[in-house]
């Protein structure tokens, strides 16, 4: 996951400390000792080190290093340095930690000896030569995948040439890579390609003046998708990406434009009908999609910022006073978003300072939109909307009618409320309280055998992640109450299936608690028996079974559960040690799985899975799957994916009642094609740990 990628910096230059915390306050933040000037390697030459951000210059955005960087020299005469600078905020917050300017990259030693546009030798450069300086106008993105920046060519270098080169450059190592046979056309002076990452699909948008391309950065592959910019000199055009509607959106010289990527044929540029916009996209106006108030935001100086409603497709304003001056030649792309803390940044004056701008203060609502309006997320499912509590909707009543499902309103992370489940007093029936069903890829149909519902098939690479939270009786009515005939009984908490096959189909993937050895240790199983192991056997044949963290070579010793299906059920603090047998109550737990599906039937899929306590940003693993042989069997074309997951407190056979009533609560459901953040762990200043004990429930008895 994001958060625990190791990563290597490269520092060759002058790092300056800067503003030692952007406070959780709307408003523009002057960020102390973040001059380019202090970074520039060439200061006073060629036209100085204010080339680096007037002379047509853009930006991109490092997520996983939390910066914008920038640079690349100024083209023409006016700067020959190819160096790269970084404007970091901080990795942990931006409310504690320090920003910075640094000189990430040293130019070329010679750069007076420029006489080219495509390369330079440079012994500094892993493979002997890195682009010439040029100006990069809004033609630089990030690939998080691949951790590399993208420079899409650009506009004239200091040989007076119109730049076509692509290269990809990786900050971990220093190593330039030239791409060949790239399709952007430079010529002609119809630059400009406005790219946009798509995190779903894995691919960059990319619009030239003839053709609108996608680059698909694991195979250094382009494709043409349609028609381009029409032939329009695009140098003043900002793309940015709608990751809600799935849109590429660009705009400049008072134009804004979009292309639809969710379309199977050939993808057609829309101009929309704007409304109350006017003065919105004037000139090279930075562009940015903000998830927390899902906008495309807009800003080319000065206090006033755009908010574009790519559903009306109108403009509303927010002034926020001390918002620094655009320079001269424009803003470009040098106006980015930090998605970790809910932050733009840009820098315009290279005498000045950078500066932070924060349109809304971070909170646990804010921290749920950021994440569920995140690049990759396929559907998400905040529980706030009472209609929802419906049967044949989303939410199906148990056995005998019972409907055990409400909007708790008290209970809650995020947004009006959370689901709760009433596992009733006194009741005994395997479906004792319904089920809430949930789409992996929207849009689908819940109710009803959906052979066209979308989901994720064979093979694919997905994740899911969802928070739970059961109250003490839970634990103790699986202890001494529930039976099913004499026997104990699990809960199944969690089923992922095919929603037209429903449960104990061949797309099955269920997590239960498991009561045989006298604990309540979480497991998961597949098509309503077979286990699932860490050493790829099912039901333990050839191999130990263990269902927890750990495998044979047990190579985790200090982090997470390590559980053997023949222990005695011990309770682990994450350590390593112990098992996770839901120790913890009335307190929140974020459940984040990632599966790595293989093709049918091969033993080739892998199903890792964290929990995060309330507050914490330790991830303790507790399921770890290499060779598992996931299949969709013998179902039929249009029933091989797994499309559904259903929250559902089912206990086979039940047949004995408990004496006090039972609480889940289901919040924050989350389905994506990338990484899942944690809850309030990359937003600074998202929710602090929950504390608070909950209100008493209703209708409960304790003997």
Known sequence: MRQWLAVSVLLLGLTTASYAAIPNTVGWFSLTGTTVDAACQFPGQWGGCAMLTNDWNGALFD???????????????????????????????????????????????????????????????????????????????????????????????????????????????????????????????????????DGERHLLWVISNDSYYSFNPATNAWTARGAGHGGVDMANYQGAYDAVKRRHYIAGDGGLY??????????????????????????????????????????????????????????????????PAEVLNGTYSRFQYSVKDNLYVTCQASSSNCYALRLSVQSADTDWLRRKNAPGVTNSEDFDTIGDYTNGVQYFVGDGGYDGADLDTTIKTSGTGALRFTLPAGRATSNISGDFRVCLRAPCAINGNDTTAPGFGFPSDFWLSWRIRISPTMVTNLANYWRAGGQRTGWKSVNMHNGAQGSCGALEITKTIDTSFNNNTQIWYKECSPGITTDGNSNGNGGSPYFQQGNNTRATTNNGFWCDWNSSGTAGTGTGVGCFNWQWQNEWITFIEHYQIGANGAATSQLDAWIYRDGSATALQIQNVNGEPFGYGSNPVGQRTYNQVSFVPYMTGLSTSAPVDAFIWIDEFIASTNQIDAPGQIAGGGPAPDTTPPSAPTGVTVN
């Open 63 to 197: 997520t996983t290093r939390n910066r914008m960087v920038f640079g690349w020299g100024g083209g023409h005469s006016d700067y020959f340095g190819n160096e790269i600078v970084a404007l970091s905020i901080g990795t942990t917050s931006a409310v504690t930690d320090t920003q910075t300017m640094t000189r990430i990259r040293n130019s070329s030693p010679t750069p007076t000896s420029y006489t080219g546009n495509a390369a330079v030798t440079d012994s500094t450069s892993s493979i002997g030569i890195s682009p010439v300086a040029r100006h990069t106008y809004s033609n630089l993105a990030y690939l998080p995948e691949q951790d590399k920046y993208l420079l899409l060519g650009g506009g004239s270098s200091p040989a007076g040439n119109m730049t076509n080169d692509v290269w990809l450059w990786a900050p971990a190592t220093n190593i330039y890579q030239q791409l060949a046979n790239s399709p952007i056309d430079r010529n002609g002076g119809f630059f400009g390609s406005a790219p946009a990452w």
């Open 258 to 323: 979009y292309w639809d990527t969710r379309t199977t044929s050939t993808f057609v540029r829309t101009q929309p009908t704007l409304t109350s916009c006017a003065g919105a996209f004037a000139g090279s106006t930075g562009l940015q999609y903000d998830p927390v108030q899902d906008r495309i935001v807009a800003w080319h100086g000065g206090n006033t910022v755009y908010l574009l409603n790519t559903t009306t497709h109108t403009c509303t304003t927010q002034v926020v006073a001390g918002g």
